[in-house]
């Protein structure tokens, strides 16, 4: 994953506080993140990034895509994230025998009344792992697909909304081909991020080591916030600060992306476009709302253009499709991006 540091800020009057306890909104927020990335790291050596992404993403109310190497805990990522917040949570194994009623529920029949009844699936929880989701066919995909965008299901022509929170977290494998499905663009827009894994480095590797290296002494992750907390915690991102320049700057780099596609654009230097088409109006949407919730959970009450950068590739990456000859030529949806970070001008002010 390409990340950049880059300086930037945004100032204006009267950025909003509110007050969720005794502390302003800013405090609290970074102390609920400390403390949830606290007991995540009982478990999870390293991937400080990836952990701070998820709890942005919950509180932006996102799902996620983790993409990476098997075997880089993307798996147990999500199952400490889960016990940190003390919240309902499912893992759902995709597999390409699996049924759409495997995941959402089924009509039951129940002969002792003569009549149906409802029978949920495991996508009635608050934290839904989707583990391997790309193993699955399309008609379980799609599946997903009302779950993730209305918060609700339809079993036998019955809607029937699920819980507050409710978030999907998906993993999936980027080498493996044999029995998986590509995930279809309308369901890659409706994640908020899509999340890369890279390797740990060697004295992160060490650390795993030392402590996963006992069968009998194996780390334990408690319960250090719930449900209630994370919904109330949402209304002081949403006081979070946003100029009309940071929203403007939004604008331009989403944009951007289109404009490679039609074959112009500073980012394309003359060459053939590298796109078949750019970012939707969702990216636009996630990367204020990620930007929002990453200064809570930094302890600031505006957002600036270099959190906007710092967030662009992870809210981008999945939403533009790459043509043929970017692919043959190696070229990664993340080069793209960081192009068009250089290429964009950031607000003065």
Do not use: C
Not at 113 to 118: I, L, P
Not at 127 to 156: C, F, H, W, Y
Not at 268 to 278: D, E
């Amino acid at each position: 994953m390409e990340g950049q540091t880059l300086n930037g800020a945004v100032s204006g009057a009267g950025h909003a506080m509110v007050e969720l306890g005794a502390s302003p909104a800013p405090a609290r927020g970074a102390e609920w993140a400390g403390r949830v990335r606290a007991e995540v790291q009982q478990a999870v050596v390293g991937q400080d990034i990836v952990i701070e992404r998820a709890l942005v993403a919950l509180l932006a109310d996102g799902h996620v895509l983790i993409e990476g190497m098997p075997g880089l805990a993307k798996t147990l990522l999500v199952k400490s994230l889960a016990s940190a917040l003390g919240v309902e949570f499912e893992r759902v194994q995709f597999t390409p025998d699996l049924l759409p009623a495997d995941v959402v529920g089924t009509m039951v029949f129940q002969p002792q009344r003569g009549e149906f009844t409802t029978h949920k699936g495991p996508i009635f929880a608050n934290l839904v792992l989707a583990d391997e989701i790309n193993r699955a066919p399309a008609k379980v995909q799609s599946a997903l697909l009302e779950a993730m965008q209305e918060r609700q299901v339809t079993i036998g022509g019955t809607s029937h909304m699920l819980p507050r929170p409710f978030l999907v977290m998906a993993t999936q494998n980027p080498v493996e081909q044999e029995g998986t499905y590509p995930l279809p663009e309308a369901q890659t827009d409706r994640f908020l991020f899509k999340l890369v894994v890279d390797y740990p480095a060697e004295h992160e590797e060490h650390g795993m080591l030392r402590r996963w290296g006992r069968l009998t002494e194996q780390p334990r992750v408690t319960a250090v916030s719930s449900a209630d907390e994370l919904l109330a915690l949402r209304a002081g991102v949403d006081a979070v600060y946003v100029s009309d320049d940071l929203q403007r700057y939004v604008l331009a780099l989403v944009r951007a992306t289109r404009e490679l596609a039609r074959g112009r654009g500073s980012a394309a230097n003359g060459r053939p476009a590298p796109l078949v088409y750019g970012a939707s109006p969702r990216a636009t949407l996630a990367l204020v709302q990620a930007s929002r919730a990453l200064a809570f959970v930094r302890a600031q009450d505006f957002a600036t253009p270099a959190m906007v950068q710092e967030l662009f590739a992870d809210a981008v990456r999945h939403r533009i499709g790459l043509t043929y000859e970017a692919e043959a030529e190696q070229i990664t949806p993340d080069a793209i991006l960081k192009r068009v970070v250089e290429t964009t001008p950031v607000p003065s002010r």
